[in-house]
């Protein structure tokens, strides 16, 4: 049973591109959540999806991130014309839909911002 | 206001000695699960121990134990015997169940275990 799979692991755009965040949850798992961890920082909350709807975007900045779970295939986080302070690691975790588990981490994907 | 807080930025800790990582939280469910992640230096979050707000026994894993004391709102993470393998960044996480499920963070408490 893999894990919670992220890629790339590594994503270096310019400014104004466009950063594509894929994220495939553990088997059997309809929760998937995003975060972004800063440098010696915490990881904050970013969105909260189930699959094809969006529970929770509160964390999530209103101009240029956005986030989906299709019924099929990974979770993607997208963030448009990224600037210098987009760097930063994101993680996706996901849990099942039922019990009170822990969520389980992916291995982050570091995207920096040239 | 803060729902987890981990006080301590940083700890250094000498080898084999037991080390506690606090962390107080804030909620006012009833029905909530709080966890501690690892985070080593090589980047990914390390699930470690879960404690729900309904179980009665604090949770063991191996050599971390969770210091739950529900009328103080803490969840200190003990680790028993520590290693140089356990320097990293420890979290205090906490999920509202029933809420809207998501998990927050703390800040995180840096630990150093010295040889």
């Known amino acids: 049973n893999a894990g919670v799979m992220q890629n790339p692991r590594h994503l270096v755009r310019r400014r104004g591109q466009e950063a594509r965040l894929r994220c495939s949850p553990m088997k059997g798992h309809s929760h998937v959540y995003w975060y972004r961890q800063l440098p010696e920082e915490g990881l904050k909350f970013m969105v909260y999806l189930q699959k094809e709807n969006i529970i929770d975007e509160s964390g999530m900045p209103k101009e240029r991130f956005s986030a989906e779970f299709p019924k099929e295939g990974p979770s993607i986080l997208r963030i448009q014309q990224v600037v210098r302070g987009d760097s930063a690691a994101y993680f996706c975790?996901?849990?099942?839909?039922?019990?009170?588990?822990?969520?389980?981490f992916g291995q982050g994907t570091r995207l920096t911002v040239v | 206001a803060q729902k987890i807080t981990q006080t301590q930025p940083g700890m250094f800790v000498q080898e084999k000695e037991a080390v506690t990582l606090d962390c107080t939280y804030d909620t006012s469910d009833q029905s909530y699960g709080l966890f501690w992640y690892k985070q080593p230096s090589s980047g990914e979050m390390i699930f470690l121990i879960y404690q729900g707000s309904y179980d009665e026994q604090n949770a063991t894993e191996g050599r971390y134990s969770l210091n739950f004391q529900k009328a103080r709102k803490s969840a200190n993470l003990v680790i028993s015997a520590s290693q140089l393998g356990d320097s990293a960044m420890y979290f205090c996480?906490?999920?509202?169940?029933?809420?809207?499920?998501?998990?927050?963070f703390g800040k995180g408490t840096r630990l150093h275990i010295l040889p």
């Open positions: 996480a906490m999920r509202e169940w029933g809420r809207d499920d998501k998990i927050i």
């Open positions: 975790a996901s849990s099942p839909e039922t019990g009170n588990t822990e969520a389980f």
